[in-house]
């Protein structure tokens, strides 16, 4: 290398030209990549990095309930359809799903079967009642 002041030679790995004291420009070093950030993931974390603890709902727990149940089903159906709902927006924080859409299945099903005999418990009083 050489001094661009003076133009005297230097020396490798000097900071400064040893003849007029001017500073030497240094390359710089090569650009570090960028730090990735910690992936979202529930299996063992990176030390210092740990996971969100995951819940199940307790919304689905209680729908699958209520949708178990002879004059609840309906609102079984309806808090499976919220519980649902909410672990889709938790992005994995909270689990019971499966639960969920139990309660949904099974609470439109026994709502549809509840109707089914209303109607018919009707149409059997109607036939059955007499109009003198």
């Known amino acids: ?45 990176t030390p210092g990095y740990y996971a969100p603890v995951r819940t199940t709902s307790g919304l689905a727990i209680a729908g699958l309930i209520l949708s178990l149940l002879y004059f609840t089903s309906l609102i079984g159906a309806i808090m499976g359809h919220v519980a649902l709902s909410k672990i889709n927006q938790s992005r994995g924080a909270i ?20 109707g089914l005999f209303f109607f018919f418990a009707i149409i059997a009083a109607v036939a059955t009642s007499s109009y003198y």
């Open 1 to 45: 290398m050489i001094c661009s002041s003076c133009g005297s030679a230097l020396q490798a790995g000097t900071s400064f030209c040893a003849n007029c004291g001017t500073p030497v420009a240094v390359a710089p070093a090569a650009p570090q990549p960028p730090v990735a950030p910690a992936p979202l993931y529930y299996g063992n974390p």
């Open 95 to 114: 689990e019971g799903r499966g639960i969920a859409i139990a309660a949904i299945a099974t609470g439109w099903a026994f709502t549809a079967i509840n």
